[in-house]
């Protein structure tokens, strides 16, 4: 895996002083949704290198941090723009669906 993987320590410098958006992949080892997401989510990061930045943070660990960005269920990815959440998209999506919520955000 490629992605970074944060928590409540580094999160801040990783995610919300990031230049670039970040789409953070809020996940756990035990759901499935979560697992088959992770190869579309390494396949867009190929394809969005140096526009887009990913992370992983794992529920498990980060209870905290998912509570304090409302998440409720996994996955739930969050894109963070200049330090805030702009995009959330809950569930496992298919590549095209999580291409059109980046572009968005890229204004592309």
């Known amino acids: 895996m490629i992605q970074s993987i944060v ?3 580094n999160f801040q410098n990783v995610v919300l002083q990031s230049k670039s958006p970040v789409m953070v992949d809020f996940w756990a080892q035990w759901c499935g949704p979560c ?3 992770a190869p579309v989510l390494e396949e ?3 394809e969005y ?3 887009i930045d990913f992370a992983k943070v ?3 660990e980060n ?3 998912a509570a304090k960005y409302g998440v409720a ?3 739930t990815m969050l894109v963070f723009k200049d330090g805030q959440p702009v995009q959330q998209i809950i569930g496992y999506k298919p590549k095209k669906e999580l291409k059109k919520v980046l572009d ?3 204004g592309e």
């Open 35 to 37: 697992l088959a997401a």
């Open 58 to 60: 794992n529920v498990d």
């Open 49 to 51: 290198t140096g526009k």
């Open 73 to 75: 269920a996994i996955p």
């Open 104 to 106: 968005e955000v890229l």
């Open 44 to 46: 867009l990061e190929k």
């Open 7 to 9: 928590g409540e320590d």
């Open 63 to 65: 209870g905290p941090l």
